[in-house]
């Protein structure tokens, strides 16, 4: 399916680097210029160190930021704080001991049944009359005399008697047990109030004591920690000073070596346009503070950032005696082409995009000058693969592969294709476009000559 420049753009952004006439692309968009004067320039460890330093200053500025939001709130913060290690302070005895208490409070509460049941059961088992252990007690009587008749009865008998013993003493502490209960109504109360408390707390603080008790020791340390805060305001406040030298020191190493880089890098491009019959154009790689808010990490008036503190453009003016405006503000189709052409030369390999199209690069210029085009087009795609569209046969005689677009209208509608040539209708493209419609035994020479010269 074919598809418009406009969409393989979005398609490939990021992918591709596509140039057309009087279109915005990475090199007329000013925002890629440091990253490429950086990548002349060979500046990939220094950044390195800028970006780290950077980083290290943002998180040291995060925690200053902190501990001085913190402050705000900090004496209402330690008021909640404070009440909430007392509350639970103050029931610590009662969430250590939880079930112990709620034992005891059952006890209190049910004390005249338990005493009254403990009391009927040793009468029934041995101060009665008709007691249990009176009955069990003739029993065992009985059964030890007839195992002098019968030695077989001896171990029975012994059970019998053993199960005397234990009712005996059961009947004993029950006895004891319910002479030592007693009812204890201001004892009960305290007990009510403190696992009423205990209740409350829960619904605030954890549904367990141990969550409670867990709760307060993270209070009080965060407590502690509120308490310290001068401490933590001065250490946090050192180490933003500490990461701020640093930071600036680094980037300002790295603008000075931009300022040495913006030259070579501006006579290289101009070198280049010459080269492309722009003899008389002029790059300039404008180099700039990055401009901040108040609220902005900053150096010395600058805003520094992961790359710095400079931004960059370049400036070119096509003819001699013209001011040098932005990449993006050309207004000649062919001379922003050709400019493109020679930044992309100069900067081949180092920038972030694997593949070039070049839409018309050719616009606007003559045989020799094409001749040097292709030549460059070529140089470029020693480090990228290259797209190139084009009606000249001196800048397509340097191709690796031709692709010839065809367009016909089929009906109501105008139908394209596109088609990979074999090396004779290469031949036969090429002296086309050398001679025309008619393609002569002269044009197919030309052509051969001409794809022969531009073998490199």
């Given at each position: 399916?074919?598809?418009?420049?406009?969409?393989?753009?979005?398609?490939?952004?990021?992918?591709?680097?596509?140039?057309?006439?009087?279109?915005?692309?990475?090199?007329?968009?000013?925002?890629?210029?440091?990253?490429?004067?950086?990548?002349?320039?060979?500046?990939?460890?220094?950044?390195?160190?800028?970006?780290?330093?950077?980083?290290?200053?943002?998180?040291?500025?995060?925690?200053?930021?902190?501990?001085?939001?913190?402050?705000?709130?900090?004496?209402?913060?330690?008021?909640?704080?404070?009440?909430?290690?007392?509350?639970?302070?103050?029931?610590?005895?009662?969430?250590?001991?939880?079930?112990?208490?709620?034992?005891?409070?059952?006890?209190?509460?049910?004390?005249?049944?338990?005493?009254?049941?403990?009391?009927?059961?040793?009468?029934?088992?041995?101060?009665?009359?008709?007691?249990?252990?009176?009955?069990?007690?003739?029993?065992?009587?009985?059964?030890?005399?007839?195992?002098?008749?019968?030695?077989?009865?001896?171990?029975?008998?012994?059970?019998?008697?053993?199960?005397?013993?234990?009712?005996?003493?059961?009947?004993?502490?029950?006895?004891?047990?319910?002479?030592?209960?007693?009812?204890?109504?201001?004892?009960?109360?305290?007990?009510?109030?403190?696992?009423?408390?205990?209740?409350?707390?829960?619904?605030?603080?954890?549904?367990?004591?141990?969550?409670?008790?867990?709760?307060?020791?993270?209070?009080?340390?965060?407590?502690?920690?509120?308490?310290?805060?001068?401490?933590?305001?001065?250490?946090?406040?050192?180490?933003?000073?500490?990461?701020?030298?640093?930071?600036?020191?680094?980037?300002?190493?790295?603008?000075?070596?931009?300022?040495?880089?913006?030259?070579?890098?501006?006579?290289?491009?101009?070198?280049?346009?010459?080269?492309?019959?722009?003899?008389?154009?002029?790059?300039?790689?404008?180099?700039?503070?990055?401009?901040?808010?108040?609220?902005?990490?900053?150096?010395?008036?600058?805003?520094?950032?992961?790359?710095?503190?400079?931004?960059?453009?370049?400036?070119?003016?096509?003819?001699?005696?013209?001011?040098?405006?932005?990449?993006?503000?050309?207004?000649?189709?062919?001379?922003?082409?050709?400019?493109?052409?020679?930044?992309?030369?100069?900067?081949?390999?180092?920038?972030?995009?694997?593949?070039?199209?070049?839409?018309?690069?050719?616009?606007?210029?003559?045989?020799?000058?094409?001749?040097?085009?292709?030549?460059?087009?070529?140089?470029?795609?020693?480090?990228?693969?290259?797209?190139?569209?084009?009606?000249?046969?001196?800048?397509?005689?340097?191709?690796?592969?031709?692709?010839?677009?065809?367009?016909?209208?089929?009906?109501?509608?105008?139908?394209?294709?596109?088609?990979?040539?074999?090396?004779?209708?290469?031949?036969?493209?090429?002296?086309?476009?050398?001679?025309?419609?008619?393609?002569?035994?002269?044009?197919?020479?030309a052509a051969k000559a001409l794809m022969k010269s531009a073998e490199v």
């Amino acid at each position: 399916r074919l598809a418009t420049l406009a969409q393989l753009r979005e398609v490939t952004k990021g992918l591709a680097d596509i140039s057309s006439q009087h279109e915005y692309h990475s090199l007329a968009d000013a925002r890629h210029h440091l990253t490429y004067l950086d990548a002349f320039a060979k500046h990939g460890p220094l950044l390195a160190k800028v970006e780290k330093a950077y980083e290290a200053l943002v998180d040291t500025a995060a925690r200053l930021e902190e501990v001085v939001t913190e402050e705000r709130g900090r004496v209402d913060r330690e008021d909640l704080l404070r009440y909430q290690v007392n509350e639970i302070e103050s029931l610590r005895d009662v969430l250590e001991n939880e079930e112990s208490l709620v034992i005891e409070r059952e006890r209190l509460r049910h004390a005249e049944k338990l005493g009254t049941a403990a009391g009927e059961a040793e009468a029934q088992l041995y101060a009665d009359d008709d007691s249990i252990c009176g009955a069990l007690s003739r029993i065992a009587s009985s059964v030890e005399h007839a195992s002098e008749f019968d030695p077989s009865l001896a171990p029975t008998a012994a059970q019998v008697r053993e199960a005397l013993v234990q009712l005996e003493d059961a009947a004993s502490e029950l006895g004891r047990y319910a002479r030592d209960l007693s009812y204890e109504p201001a004892r009960l109360a305290v007990l009510e109030d403190q696992l009423d408390r205990l209740v409350r707390i829960k619904k605030k603080y954890g549904e367990t004591s141990q969550d409670v008790l867990a709760h307060r020791d993270e209070a009080s340390a965060e407590l502690d920690s509120l308490e310290r805060y001068e401490e933590r305001l001065d250490r946090c406040q050192r180490e933003y000073d500490e990461a701020l030298e640093h930071a600036a020191g680094v980037a300002e190493m790295l603008r000075e070596k931009r300022q040495a880089a913006a030259s070579k890098l501006s006579k290289a491009i101009s070198k280049e346009l010459s080269s492309l019959g722009m003899g008389e154009a002029k790059v300039t790689v404008e180099l700039a503070s990055l401009e901040g808010g108040p609220r902005e990490l900053q150096v010395k008036g600058a805003r520094l950032s992961a790359t710095g503190i400079d931004r960059a453009e370049l400036l070119i003016a096509p003819n001699r005696g013209e001011e040098a405006k932005p990449l993006r503000k050309i207004a000649s189709g062919g001379e922003l082409s050709r400019a493109m052409l020679a930044i992309k030369r100069v900067l081949a390999g180092l920038g972030p995009a694997s593949l070039y199209v070049f839409d018309e690069v050719d616009a606007g210029v003559g045989g020799a000058v094409a001749e040097v085009i292709g030549r460059k087009i070529h140089e470029v795609a020693k480090h990228s693969q290259v797209l190139c569209i084009t009606h000249l046969p001196q800048i397509s005689a340097y191709a690796d592969a031709h692709y010839r677009v065809h367009k016909e209208v089929v009906g109501k509608r105008t139908k394209s294709d596109i088609r990979l040539l074999s090396d004779n209708e290469r031949l036969e493209e090429i002296a086309r476009m050398l001679g025309g419609v008619t393609v002569t035994d002269q044009a197919r020479a030309a052509a051969k000559a001409l794809m022969k010269s531009a073998e490199v």
